[in-house]
């Protein structure tokens, strides 16, 4: 698998691996994404640049953790090269067989002995999504071994990535609503799949169905708060008063992302330099606490910096950002990255744009997680033809391809005034 892992490094560092030099900028990139220390002569052995010597484990470790794996063994798992056909032909008989006892139980086997869990309960739900078989479906959100709290953040956020995209190609408002009701769904799709580009389309209908049901958990009435007030900002409404005193402060207790989307929301419409201080305070206090959870705390904030350019927000934000560097789990890729735009949004504002080229063309954009990829593709191309503007190129393809997204997102906010006074005091 070693010859498999030198490909993936890569890929995810997007050049060959052919000199010193490459070798010390590949070390560097892992260091600042990941926090691993290596030595660029391991880099040099491992592509024969210097005699081979086989890495050490930890080494491998690191460098499949670099790539988007929890380790080299997760790597070396999935690049196997034996055949795993009898693996999804069984799960496709249970699913053939309509028996929803014998789905559950090699779920749960699948699960218990951590082979491909994941990705065969996104098969199934999405196979009985299709079928729209809403008892199966209730049957295995409703079933204890596959409750939100009992699986692990980055098997859910893979699980509602994949699920949420099928919803984009498949419309049953009755159906959808029912399946909305109920609270796992809504853990592991409605709140990890936030499809950015259609928060005034098909996700904006969950939205606004959610908001009118009177029984809902607390932090689901948080979620959707903060989010229509999101998408009233993207449509250059004014913010419903009601639901900005609904919205409450930010507390410890939150889940790190859903703190990070509330306390941006506060902090943006706050009335007063007081209201804004206080959130600060929140905000510090939890990331010194919490410091583990730096890059889930501050990427929606960075999001929401991105777009609006809020003043305040930007600058916390900014002060905050060489803090996040920590990867962990294959979302934090996303996650880095979309710190990685903001950085490049503030290298431009200062008009440093050989630094803003380097910064952007290192990033992966490959692991930008689906919801928020096609939403921030509109910044990535933006940001490209200033590059080119600033370094005197012309690159009439850029342009076009900012424009064609342009015409995907149909937010008002992004009107040419908008991009023309981007990067305006």
Not at 64 to 73: D, L, T
Not at 223 to 243: G, H, N, S, Y
Not at 321 to 327: A, E, F, P, T
Not at 363 to 378: K, T
């Amino acid at each position: 698998m070693i010859d498999e892992l030198k490909s993936e490094l890569e890929k995810t560092f997007n050049r060959k691996i052919a000199d010193r030099g490459d070798c010390e900028a590949i070390v560097q990139d892992i260091y600042e994404k990941t926090g691993a220390v290596l030595s660029y002569n391991t880099i040099r052995r491992l592509f024969g640049l210097a005699e081979f010597r086989k890495p050490r484990e930890s080494t491998l470790d690191h460098l499949a953790i670099y790539c988007g794996f929890r380790s080299f063994k997760d790597f070396s798992q999935r690049y196997t090269e034996v055949d795993i056909w009898p693996t999804w032909e069984s799960l496709y008989v249970s699913l053939a067989q309509d028996d929803i006892e014998e789905i559950i139980s090699l779920l749960k086997y699948r699960k218990a002995k951590q082979e491909y869990f994941t990705m065969s309960f996104a098969v199934c739900l999405r196979e009985l999504i299709s079928r729209r078989d809403l008892q199966k479906l209730m049957a295995l959100f409703k079933e204890p071994a596959f409750q939100f709290t009992q699986l692990p953040y980055d098997e859910v956020a893979q699980i509602g990535v994949l699920v949420g995209l099928h919803f984009r190609h498949f419309n049953d408002q009755a159906f959808e609503e029912q399946l909305l009701l109920e609270t796992n769904f809504r853990d592991i799709v409605f709140k990890i799949f936030v499809d950015y580009a259609r928060l005034n389309q098909k996700y904006g209908s969950w939205i606004t169905f959610l908001s009118r049901q009177k029984k809902l958990d607390t932090e689901t009435q948080i979620f959707i708060t903060a989010l229509e007030i999101w998408r009233q900002l993207l449509m250059c409404e004014v913010p419903d008063p009601k639901l900005l005193k609904k919205l409450p402060l930010p507390t410890p207790d939150m889940h790190p992302i859903l703190f990070g989307r509330v306390f941006g929301i506060k902090m943006i419409n706050a009335k007063t330099n007081q209201q804004r201080n206080n959130l600060k305070e929140l905000m510090t206090k939890r990331l010194e606490k919490e410091p583990q959870y730096i890059t889930e705390l501050l990427y929606e904030p960075a999001v929401q910096s991105l777009v609006l350019r809020h003043k305040e927000l930007k600058i916390f934000v900014a002060q905050h950002i060489h803090l996040v560097n920590d990867i962990k789990f294959w979302y934090h890729f996303s996650q880095v990255s979309i710190h990685r735009i903001f950085e490049v949004s503030t290298l431009l504002e200062r008009q440093e744009y050989t630094k803003a080229k380097s910064i952007l063309e290192h990033i992966p954009f490959g692991h930008i997680r689906h919801g928020y990829r096609e939403f921030l593709e509109l910044y990535i191309s933006f940001f490209r033809t200033k590059i080119n503007e600033g370094l005197g190129f012309k690159d009439q393809s850029a342009v076009s391809h900012f424009q064609k997204i342009r015409n995907e997102l149909s937010y008002p906010l992004f009107s040419d005034t908008y991009f023309e006074t981007y990067f305006e005091s």
